[in-house]
C-alpha cells in the first residue's frame, strides 16, 4: 500500500481562495516533499521539510508537518488559474534505501 | 542545461515486443529512478540506480529491466510487452534521494 496518501483526491476551488490539501504517511521519515504535476507533464518540486521541522514557507506555498500524527498539509494561498494541476507528496522513510514514495496526489482546479 | 530527456515522447507496441526507454541528465546527478503512472496509481518505483554501477528493483520491477550506462544515462527495457505496460514512464535523478528532478515522460500504448 502507499505510504503517502493525500486528501481530498480532487479540490475545487474559486480564483483567489486559499487551496488545503493533506498528506497522510504511515512509517517514520527522513524529509516529507510537495511536488506539483501539470497535466501531461512530469513532476516539479515544490517544497521539502525536514522531519524536525514544523512549518515552511515559500511563496504562496505553507507546508506544515505533524511527525506525531504523520501527516503534513499544503496550502497554497491567493490561488491563480495557473495553480490547476495535481499535486503529491512523497517520503523517504528512516528505514529505507535511497528512494522516494509517491502519494496518489490531489488533483486541484482554480476555477475563473 | 537541458535537465533530463526522454525519448520517447511517445510509443505504441503490439503484445510481445520489445523497446528501451532511454533517459539522459545533465545535471552531474548519481541517483536516477524510472516510475510509472497510471490514472489514479499515483507514481510507481520500477527500478532505481543509487549511483553509477548499482540498480536496485522498486514497488513493480516486473517485466522490466534496467541499464546505468553511465553516470548520465539510465535506460528501462522492455523485453516483452504486455497491455498492463501501458503507461506513462517518467524518468527522475537527484543529487542523493531527495528532491528529484523528472524528464517529460513517454507515453506507452500496448496493443
Known amino acids: 500500500s502507499q505510504q503517502g496518501e493525500e486528501d481530498p483526491q480532487a479540490l475545487s476551488i474559486q480564483e483567489g481562495e486559499n487551496a488545503t490539501m493533506n498528506c497522510s504517511y504511515k512509517?517514520?521519515?527522513?524529509?516529507l516533499q510537495w511536488y506539483r504535476q501539470n497535466s501531461g507533464r512530469g513532476l516539479v518540486h515544490l517544497i521539502l521539510?525536514?522531519?524536525?521541522?514544523r512549518e515552511k514557507h515559500s511563496g504562496r506555498l505553507r507546508v506544515t508537518l505533524d511527525t506525531s500524527k504523520k501527516s503534513s498539509s499544503l496550502l497554497i494561498t491567493a490561488s491563480r488559474a495557473a495553480d490547476t494541476a495535481s499535486y503529491f507528496c512523497?517520503?523517504?522513510?528512516?528505514?529505507?534505501?535511497?528512494?522516494?514514495?509517491f502519494g496518489q496526489g490531489t488533483r486541484l482546479t482554480i476555477n475563473p | 542545461n537541458a535537465g533530463v530527456t526522454q525519448t520517447p515522447k511517445f510509443q505504441v507496441l503490439k503484445t510481445g515486443q520489445s523497446m528501451t526507454l532511454q533517459c539522459a541528465q545533465d545535471?552531474?546527478?548519481?541517483?536516477m529512478y524510472w516510475y510509472r503512472q497510471d490514472p489514479g496509481m499515483g507514481l510507481r518505483l520500477i527500478y532505481y540506480s543509487a549511483s553509477e554501477g548499482t540498480t536496485d528493483k522498486g514497488e513493480v520491477p516486473n517485466g522490466y529491466n534496467v541499464s546505468r550506462l553511465n553516470k548520465r544515462e539510465f535506460s528501462l527495457r522492455l523485453e516483452s510487452a504486455a497491455p498492463s505496460q501501458t503507461s506513462v514512464y517518467f524518468c527522475?535523478?537527484?543529487?542523493?534521494?531527495?528532491?528529484?528532478?523528472f524528464g517529460p515522460g513517454t507515453r506507452l500504448t500496448v496493443l
Open positions: 527522475a535523478s537527484s543529487e542523493f534521494w531527495y528532491t528529484q528532478y
Open positions: 512509517t517514520s521519515i527522513n524529509n
Open positions: 512523497a517520503t523517504d522513510l528512516i528505514q529505507g534505501a535511497q528512494k522516494l514514495v
Open positions: 545535471m552531474n546527478h548519481n541517483s
Open positions: 521539510i525536514r522531519s524536525n521541522e
